[in-house]
């Protein structure tokens, strides 16, 4: 089974004698009661907004069901404006935008903006089975998308998409086997939400109170900490490093001695950054004058929009970074400690205003602080830490399930193996819609 996936985990084994059918094969538009695309009242019109309708935009778009919604709009800018009223377990997909390609379902009565397309299934189509179906082939929409000289989706290409349409009993069976998977992901998910948010609340408290007995505190301009700690300036505790200038020239190569970290790169870890799209050589280094900074110099962006996400990430070698970045050496303090402290900093308060928000080395160096003695660094980090361990043993497990969710897509949506012949418990949500 393609991705490792196995069925049986979700399913029992059946003595069902019933003959395998076969799969028949439609264009979605035959399938389907209403196909249409949604509207957006008049913007100008403050008396179409604000009402009691759910209004959907496509940025809203990914998640399995939508029951609430952003924006909402008045019976009067229903009526005065192309926006459809549809009604719950319609499945959506977004035609344009940075979400093309996106599905959902409605848990709700809701209309939509003119890039979210409304497909209500005929009784042949079990709404579940279309949603899977759709997350499914989304590549291969986006394809049939750029082969029509289009950016989008259009309401044509839906139409005419071929939809593999099993028996509505087969249809209840897969999608049950993939809800039950989504099922498991969300709770993985709220696992996974539930630990950050214990650590965030963890690590204020210890930067609060210390570790160990309630110690008295001090109240500072970066906030309250315990008395007994020095609190000092960011040049004092480390030594602040600005990243480079990349020429093009040298850029793409995936060989040398350093990675070259842009932002970008740090998209892909959560705290140690270890690889880049870029590498660079000691040579190339020397001769474009470009700093390396060494393993655990913890960075932070200080150019643009990105400054706002209050990223921080640590070296976990000797690397070059980028100049829209910065790099702060601990010498008094801990890179992890360094960090977690940072982590919890809103870099905004510092920003230098103009055409592009910028954080400078002279800025930032006057930001203090906390340094405790270095015995209670190392407790407060292995506290954090050990959240932090936790958080990405639940992260595995979601990526081990999200790779059996796209193997079991595959094998059953594809017909590869059938489920005639499996006991499924079809629950309820999906049995009154099919």
């Known amino acids: 089974m393609s991705e490792d996936a196995t069925l049986d985990e979700f399913v029992e084994s059946s003595n069902d004698d019933t003959q395998e059918t076969t799969w028949e094969e439609h264009q979605l538009r035959k399938l389907v ?16 907004y604000g009402g009691d309708i759910p209004w959907v935009k496509t940025g809203e778009l990914g998640q399995l069901k939508i029951g609430s919604t952003e924006q909402s709009i008045t ?9 459809r009223l549809f009604p719950s377990k319609t499945v959506l997909i977004a035609m344009y935008g940075a979400t093309t390609g996106e599905v959902s379902m409605l848990d709700t009565e809701a209309t939509t903006n003119q890039a979210c397309c409304g497909i209500i299934p005929d009784d042949r189509l079990l709404p579940h089975y279309l949603y899977y179906q759709l997350v499914h082939d989304k590549k291969q929409l986006e394809s049939l998308s750029a082969g029509s000289g289009q ?27 993939l809800h039950n998977v989504d099922q498991a992901i969300e ?18 408290n210890l930067f609060r109170n210390g570790v160990g007995e309630q110690s008295e505190t001090k109240t500072t301009p970066m906030g309250q900490f315990p008395k007994d700690w020095e609190l000092k300036t960011m040049e004092s505790v480390g030594t602040l490093i600005n990243g480079d200038a990349f020429p093009k020239e040298y850029q793409g190569s995936s060989e040398g001695d350093y990675p070259f970290i842009k932002v970008s790169d740090t998209n892909d870890y959560r705290r140690y950054v270890s690889g880049a799209q ?43 970074i980028d100049n829209n970045q910065i790099g702060i050496v601990g010498e008094e303090v801990k890179p992890l400690f360094l960090y977690y402290y940072l982590s919890d900093v809103d870099m905004g308060r510092f920003v230098q205003e103009g055409a592009v928000k910028s954080l400078t080395k002279s800025l930032l160096s006057k930001v203090r602080v906390p340094v405790p003695p270095v015995e209670i660094q190392s407790k407060i980090v292995a506290i954090l830490e050990s959240i932090d361990k936790q958080i990405e043993t639940e992260k595995r497990v979601k990526t081990q399930q999200e790779r ?31």
């Open 33 to 48: 009661e209403q196909l249409q695309a949604g509207g957006t009242p008049d913007t100008d019109k403050d008396e179409y």
């Open 75 to 83: 019976e009067q800018g229903l009526e005065e404006s192309t926006a």
């Open 151 to 177: 950016q989008n989706i259009s309401k044509s290409i839906l139409e005419k998409f071929r939809v593999s349409l099993p028996p509505i009993s087969e249809q209840r069976k897969i999608a049950t086997v």
């Open 187 to 204: 709770k993985t998910e709220d696992v996974i939400n539930r630990l950050r948010r214990v650590q965030k609340g963890t690590l204020r």
């Open 278 to 320: 870029n590498y660079i050589s000691q040579e190339i280094a020397e001769e474009v004058g470009c700093n390396i900074q060494p393993e655990g110099t913890v960075i932070l962006p200080k150019r643009g929009a990105a400054i706002m996400t209050n990223k921080r990430r640590i070296l976990a070698q000797d690397s070059a």
């Open 404 to 434: 059996l969710k796209r193997g079991l897509m595959q094998d059953l949506l594809s017909g590869t193996v059938r489920t005639t012949d499996t006991n499924i418990e079809v629950p309820e949500e999906i049995v009154q819609y099919g």
